[in-house]
């Protein structure tokens, strides 16, 4: 492993590939004038109406993350964290600037060209949004069949091991706890195959030590797949798990 030594403008970047990254690929990434970012945000800007005003919810907002980066985003409440999870995730189009994910501009893509980036992009919910009509499986599976993927046996079975949920596949959600139901909208994400995923709260629902499992669950399944993960939470015990923290305030990133 490398030691940052100078000429590198961005710490968390240059900690980010200090820790992965053998020497060779830190002098063919670093030590050029740009890094090979797979999410960039430049100078992104998104307004709401507030009775006759306009309020600016994302504010001049750059960001830089790079492939497999873990973040956990805080922030007050209405300061805009779901808002940039909407933007990243394709639900909502910046006013001003521009998103890339993996050299895309998703910001000028038509509606089928979203639906197509959406399909890549993980997201887990604070309240689950598990279909009460489908067992533990079939919730799982649910999101990759709808992008016309098909987990094997094989796939599903590893999941759920993973997962803590042996034995309950054929379970239906309310014969769940809220742990476990959580862990099956992890499943759900995962099985996707997400290139990007995004937590809003994941744990808003849990006591501290489920959700202090949960977040450990998530990281670690996140690092094997080498997947994005950008996490919101309002509790700095959870945020003090991620390397990177950031908090946006004012409609920017500070940290």
């Not at 973040?71 to 909407?86: C, E, M, P, Q, V």
């Not at 706890?177 to 290139?195: D, F, H, Y």
């Amino acid at each position: 492993m490398v030691t940052v030594s100078g000429g590198c403008k961005n710490k968390r970047v240059c900690e980010h590939f200090t820790a992965m990254v053998s020497f060779k690929h830190w002098t063919q990434f670093c030590y050029r004038n740009d890094f090979f970012f797979m999410i960039a945000l430049k100078n992104v800007f998104f307004t709401r109406q507030d009775g006759g005003l306009k309020r600016h919810i994302i504010n001049d907002l750059s960001l830089n993350i790079l492939p497999s980066e873990q973040i956990a985003l805080l922030g007050d409440s209405g300061s805009g964290k779901t808002t940039l999870l909407n933007l990243l995730a394709g639900l909502l189009s910046p006013d001003a600037g521009t998103i890339r994910v993996n050299e895309q501009n998703i910001s000028t893509l038509n509606a089928n060209q979203l639906a197509i980036y959406r399909r890549k992009i993980g997201v887990i919910f604070q309240h689950y949004q598990l279909l009460s009509p489908l067992n533990v499986k079939d919730n799982m599976c649910f999101q990759a069949r709808l992008n016309g993927l098909s987990p094997s046996e094989e796939e599903i079975q590893k999941m759920s091991r993973k997962l803590g949920l042996e034995g309950k596949l054929n379970a239906m959600p309310e014969q769940l706890s809220g742990g476990e139901q959580q862990r099956v909208g992890i499943g759900r994400a995962l099985l996707n195959k997400p290139t990007l995923l995004l937590a809003d709260e994941p744990t808003g629902n849990l006591d501290a030590a489920r959700a202090h499992d949960i977040v450990t669950l998530l990281k670690n399944l996140c690092e094997e797949q080498q997947i994005i993960l950008i996490m919101v939470t309002h509790s700095q015990r959870l945020a003090d798990q991620f390397t990177t923290q950031l908090v946006l305030k004012d409609g920017q990133i500070n940290g």
